[in-house]
């Protein structure tokens, strides 16, 4: 089952990535921001769980660095 979740998230984050190089989606798009936040989150889980710490920081970093880029974009003023 660890596996399933961690392959889920590594193909959430690189679904994101083909469709934004395939200019199919926006980087600055809630949906691409959420695509990396759930994709970086389960990832970071499964690195977590497996033990793996240097994939534990870039992962949670990942997700948390979509988490504020999708925070800031809500709280601008239009």
């Given at each position: ?30 949906a691409y ?8 989150g ?37």
């Open positions: 089952m660890d596996v399933i979740v961690g392959s889920l998230g590594v193909g959430l984050l690189l679904l994101a990535f083909v469709l934004n190089v395939a200019k199919r989606m926006d980087e600055n798009s809630a921001l959420v695509m990396n936040i759930v994709g970086a389960l990832s970071c889980w499964y690195a977590w769980v497996s033990g793996i710490v240097p994939f534990v920081i870039l992962e949670g970093v990942w997700a948390g660095a979509a988490l504020v880029r999708l925070v800031s974009l809500k709280i601008k003023p239009a």
